[in-house]
């Protein structure tokens, strides 16, 4: 789990397949296409309100497994977020995307 901070409150970030799902109903787009150029130029503004909202279906999978209330609306969410944030969130995206790094074990008989 991952942690923002959002006008001045800190949130958990936690990169679920549930909170996946959410966005890409909410949304109309793949997840996995963020970040990838398109034809219908979804570059730019656009993109950077998908990767708003991913996170804020992140937040609500990290709040709901810690038992925080997060009673913020999308509209809300976005409105808490300055342009100044961008840099942190997409580290945090990106750190939670990456998932963990595990050290395989050869396996012999």
């Known amino acids: 789990m991952v942690e923002i901070l959002i006008d001045g409150n800190k949130y958990p970030m936690r990169a679920t397949i549930g909170?996946?799902?959410?966005?890409?109903?909410?949304?109309?787009?793949?997840?996995?296409?963020?970040?990838?150029?398109?034809?219908?130029?979804?570059?730019?503004?656009?993109?950077?309100?998908?990767?708003?909202e991913l996170a804020f279906h992140f937040v609500n999978a990290g709040c709901k497994k810690k038992q925080i209330d997060f009673d913020l609306?999308?509209?809300?969410?976005?409105?808490?977020?300055?342009?100044?944030?961008?840099k942190m969130l997409n580290d945090a995206l990106k750190k939670l995307m990456k998932g963990k790094e595990t050290k395989k074990k050869m396996v012999t008989r």
């Open 73 to 86: 609306s999308l509209d809300d969410w976005l409105d808490s977020i300055e342009m100044s944030d961008f």
């Open 19 to 52: 909170a996946w799902k959410n966005f890409e109903e909410s949304t109309g787009v793949r997840a996995a296409d963020l970040g990838k150029e398109s034809k219908d130029d979804e570059s730019g503004p656009n993109q950077l309100i998908l990767f708003a």
